[in-house]
C-alpha cells in the first residue's frame, strides 16, 4: 500500500509553505503567487466559507477556467472540511446548473465573461434552491464580487478557522467530480483527502515531477487531468504551475521559450497541433523535460516526433478514470516507443488491473476482456446514488471501468474498446445516450442514434443518425445550430444522416455497429 493515505489537503498545503515560502506556486502573466501568498489566500477565503455558513462535508461548486483564483478557492473550501465540485467551463446555463442542483451545492465560484459567456450570471439564473450564494472571480455583475466576498470572513478568528483545518480527516471526501453514464445522466463520483494525495504522489513520482518544474497546465481543472494531476501534483511537489485557460498552439510556443517550461501533460492533439504548426521551426523549446498523454490508441510516430521535434526527454501515457480517483496505470522512465504508443502502461503500487470475463473471472495475458481495478484509488461512492455504485463496485471492491483490455505478460495494459458508447472528442468523453436524449428534444426529431466518427485531428466527432418526425422537413445546419446552442461543444454532433428508419436488432436495440461503418465511410 502506498504511502500518503494519512494525509489532508490543508496539511499539503501548510507543508509547502513551510518548505518552500517563497518559491512561485501559481504563475499567471507577469504576476506569481508564492506558496506563502496561495496559504494566506486560502486562509483569508476560507474565513468567508465559515462565515456563509458552509459546514464540513458540504459541497461548493467551481465553474471557471484555469486561472489563479480557481486553485485558491478550491484549498479555501477544501481546507476547511468542504467538497469541490468542479463544473465544465464547456457547458451551457442548464447543464451547470443540473450539476450545482443535484450536488446540492451551497456555494459557487463562477468566472464573469468567459469567451463571450458571462458563466457567474448564467449560474445565478438557475434555479439551485440549495445555494447560498454566487461569488463572482472576475469582472462586474450583480453576483457577490470575490473582494467583497473575502470581506465576509473579517470576524472569523484565526483559533475558528485553524479548528476548522484541523478536524478535517483523510477519510474525509474532498471532491465530487462528475461523469456520465449509459444512461447519460452525470453522475458525482466522491473521492477523499488521502486517497487523491496518495495517488498523485505515486503519478508524480513516476513522471519525476520535482520542485524545480515549471509545470505548463492546459488541461482544464475541472478535469482530474488539470485538478489533480495538474496544480494539485504541483503542490505536492512544490513545483511552480503556470495555467492556460485555452488552448492556442501560437501562444504555448511563445511561453514554453519565455518561461522555460519543463513538464506539458495533454491529450495527443495537443501535441499533434504544436507539431503542424508554422512557429515551431523558430521555437526554442530546450526546457521541455517530460510530456504524459493518454488515449486508447497513441500513434508511434507521434511519440517519436514528441521526442526528436518538440525535444522531451521522456514521453509517459497513461491510463484512468473519474472513478479511479483518476489514474490507474501509467509508463515507467525507460520504455521503448512502442510500449509508450501502445500501452498504458502497468498498475500504480497498491493496484490490481483484473482483465475479466462476463462472469467476472480472471483472463489470461493476452486475452481482451473488461478493465477491473482494485486499490486505494478506487472511489467511495457515487454521490445519492446507491444502484449505479452497486453496479459499478462489486462487493470485493472491483472497480467496473466499462473499458475493454489486454494486459500483456509484463503487466502493461492495452486499451482495445469500449463496453460502453462513449467515445472520446478532442479529448473529452462523450455520452451518446445523453446527446441523444438532448436531440429528441427538437420538434424534427423522432428518432436518433449518436456515434463517434473518426475525425483528423480530434480523434472522434460525434455523428447523428436521424429519423424526422412526420411531417417535417428538418434543415440539418439549424438542427445542428440548435444542439450547440443547448450542449458543450465537444458533445454537439458535428455532422447529420437523415434516415427512414435505424437499424436494429430482433430485440429492437440499435445496431451501432453498422452506423459506425457508415459514418467512417461517410
Known amino acids: 500500500m502506498p ?19 517563497d518559491r512561485a506556486a501559481i504563475v499567471g502573466g507577469k504576476a506569481a503567487i508564492t506558496f506563502s501568498a496561495l496559504k494566506a489566500g486560502a486562509d483569508r477565503l476560507s474565513k468567508s466559507v465559515i462565515a456563509l455558513g458552509l459546514e464540513p462535508g458540504e459541497r461548493f461548486v467551481i465553474w471557471a477556467p484555469n486561472v489563479a483564483e480557481w486553485v485558491v478557492a478550491a484549498l479555501a ?16 446555463g442548464e447543464e451547470a446548473g443540473d450539476i450545482a442542483r443535484r450536488s446540492g451545492a451551497r456555494l459557487a465560484f463562477a468566472t464573469g465573461e468567459f469567451l463571450g459567456v458571462d458563466y457567474a450570471a448564467l449560474l445565478t439564473a438557475q434555479p439551485c434552491p440549495a445555494l447560498r450564494q454566487v461569488v ?7 453576483e457577490l464580487s470575490l473582494a467583497a466576498f473575502a470581506r465576509l470572513g473579517e470576524g472569523v478568528s484565526d483559533a475558528d478557522l485553524q479548528s476548522r483545518i484541523e478536524a478535517v480527516r483523510p477519510t474525509d471526501v474532498s471532491d465530487v467530480l462528475y461523469t456520465s453514464g449509459t444512461t447519460g445522466a452525470p453522475k458525482g463520483a466522491m473521492t477523499t483527502h488521502g486517497q487523491n494525495i496518495a495517488t498523485f504522489m505515486e503519478w508524480s513520482e513516476a513522471v519525476g515531477l520535482t520542485r524545480e518544474d515549471r509545470y505548463l497546465v492546459v488541461n482544464p481543472f475541472f478535469h482530474s487531468f488539470g485538478y489533480k494531476a495538474g496544480w494539485l501534483a504541483a503542490l505536492l511537489r512544490g513545483a511552480a504551475v503556470y495555467p492556460e485557460a485555452q488552448f492556442d ?25 504544436l507539431l503542424i504548426h508554422p512557429g515551431l521551426p523558430d521555437a526554442d523549446l530546450s526546457s521541455l ?21 518538440l525535444g522531451f526527454d521522456e514521453v509517459y501515457t497513461a491510463y484512468g478514470l473519474t472513478e479511479s480517483s483518476g489514474v490507474v496505470s501509467i509508463c515507467r522512465s525507460g520504455d521503448d516507443l512502442e510500449t509508450i504508443a501502445n500501452t498504458c502502461g502497468r498498475a500504480m503500487r497498491g493496484v490490481e488491473i483484473r482483465i475479466a470475463s462476463v462472469n467476472g473471472d480472471a483472463l489470461p495475458a493476452g486475452t481482451a476482456g473488461e478493465v477491473w481495478v482494485r486499490g486505494f484509488n478506487v472511489m467511495q461512492r457515487y454521490l445519492d446514488d446507491a444502484a449505479a455504485t452497486a453496479a459499478a463496485i462489486t462487493p470485493d471492491g472491483w472497480l467496473k471501468t466499462g473499458d475493454i483490455g489486454v494486459l500483456d505478460e509484463r ?33 424534427a426529431v423522432a428518432d436518433v442514434a449518436v456515434v463517434g466518427a473518426p475525425h483528423e485531428r480530434l480523434g472522434e466527432v460525434g455523428h447523428a443518425f436521424i429519423v424526422p418526425a412526420p411531417g417535417t422537413r428538418p434543415n440539418p445546419d439549424e438542427v445542428l445550430a440548435w444542439v450547440h446552442s443547448r450542449m458543450a461543444n465537444f458533445k454537439a454532433p458535428r455532422r447529420i444522416t437523415w434516415m427512414d428508419e435505424l437499424p436494429r436488432n430482433a430485440s429492437g436495440k440499435v445496431q451501432k455497429f453498422r452506423l459506425k461503418n457508415d459514418a467512417a465511410n461517410a
Open 289 to 309: 523535460r517530460c510530456a504524459v498523454t493518454g488515449a486508447a490508441s497513441v500513434p508511434v510516430q507521434l511519440v517519436r516526433d514528441m521526442k526528436q521535434t
Open 3 to 21: 504511502d500518503n493515505l494519512d494525509r489532508t489537503l490543508p496539511e499539503v498545503l501548510r507543508d509547502a509553505t513551510d518548505r518552500y515560502p
Open 136 to 142: 463572482r472571480l472576475n469582472g462586474s455583475g450583480g
Open 77 to 92: 473550501g477544501q481546507q476547511v472540511g468542504g467538497v469541490l465540485v468542479p463544473i465544465n467551463t464547456r457547458f451551457k
Open 411 to 443: 503487466g502493461y495494459l492495452k486499451i482495445t474498446d469500449r463496453l460502453k458508447d462513449m467515445y472520446i472528442c478532442g479529448g473529452f468523453n462523450c455520452y451518446p445516450a445523453e446527446i441523444e436524449n438532448r436531440l429528441l428534444d427538437h420538434p
Open 249 to 273: 498552439a501560437a501562444r504555448l510556443l511563445r511561453l514554453i521559450e519565455r518561461q522555460r517550461i519543463t513538464l506539458l501533460p495533454g491529450p495527443p492533439t495537443l501535441f499533434q497541433s
